[in-house]
């Protein structure tokens, strides 16, 4: 549950005789969490022997032994703002901002279950050796009271606007966090066949860590408004993205894991922020002629880590890709249009990798896709 609210204050003055606008605020955010689960006592049941007379074992909840669990969490933050415009010339603009942002983690990592690990396959002779050598430990799927990464970030760009058919922006941004995710490893006890057993659970926490996101964007559009009819509607945006982060995100499993205090040495590098690609490009090109609106897009980004929602903790990489878009639209009235549009037109694959960044795991193919419409307005 979130409550948030805030204050803003316009303002708009000159600096000498530089005209200056802009706003500054406040925004209060109170969130809270609770898990609601069970627990139950868990049965071990040995399997029939196999061919190679190896005899498995299975982990069995007992739905009639049900504990009701509950896990509570909450935060308050403050999130001061300035925005800031400067107009140098009527076609030169600079923009500068400086504010505190809060980045939530996703609902489905916040929930507070626990996966076990076994050996089902090896050779037990009783249920007593299944315990003691066949449960390795537990990953937790979430945790309630993971807090939010909170930030300090500075902005500051250009905008350049030569006539009206044109602009050329670049910017440059910083955020520093306080906060970063570390995997962390404590024990807790599980009526396992009768007896109570310590386990050993893996989890997400957020650390005290400070780490940096620094980036630059540029941007630049035109429309050949001054070519001959009918070209004078083809136009083009590029814009590019480069950034990069100190940030660490360590495998459940592989990575470095802080028991006590003390963190172990990681077998595989950690990841990035999620979602977060070094380069990301994307460029346009459009062609507006009356009623009739055709775009061809290309898009770009490198690779990135993304989290699996089950276990998410578990490192996977995206690898880099590129796909092309296209959209055409037909005005027939005020009221009335059509639309096509077409993504992934040349059957990019999706690349993911498994724990280090060259370790393939898995190729999807979707293949292109299509979509139809009509639009009415009354």
Known sequence: ???????????????????????????????????????????????????????????????????????????????????????????????????????????SDLGDGRIFSINAN???????????????????????????????????????????????????????????????SFTEDYVIGGNTTPVAVTSVNTSDETNTIYGIEVTAAHRFSWLPSPLDGLGFKISYNYADSNFEFEDDALGAITTGGVTSNGLVAPGNLFGFSKHVLSAQVYYEIGPLDFQGVYKYRSNYFQQFVSTPGRLRFVDDVSVFEARVSLKLTDNISFSLEGLNLFNEPRTDFRGAADDLSQVLVYGPRYFAGVRFKF
Do not use: C, H, M
């Open 122 to 184: 090896d050779d037990f002779a009783t249920p007593a050796d299944a315990l003691a050598n066949g449960v390795n430990g537990a990953s937790a799927t979430g945790n309630p009271a993971t807090s939010p990464l909170l930030s300090w970030n500075f902005d500051a760009g250009l905008e350049w606007y030569p006539n009206k058919d044109t602009v050329l922006a670049f910017n440059a941004y910083y955020k520093s966090f306080n906060g970063g995710f570390e995997t962390v």
């Open 1 to 107: 549950r979130s409550w948030a609210g805030y204050i803003q204050a316009d303002f708009e003055s000159d600096l000498g005789s530089l005209p200056v606008r802009g706003n500054v605020g406040l925004r209060v955010v109170n969130n809270s969490v609770r898990s609601r689960a069970f627990r139950t006592t868990i049965n071990i049941v040995l399997d029939d022997a196999d061919n190679d007379g190896n005899v498995g074992f299975a982990l069995v909840e007992d739905p009639a032994n049900l504990t009701r669990r509950f896990t509570d969490a909450s935060y308050t933050e403050f999130l001061p703002s300035i925005n800031l415009v400067a107009e140098f010339q009527p076609d030169l603009l600079g923009r500068f901002a400086v504010y505190r942002a809060l980045s939530r983690p996703n609902p």
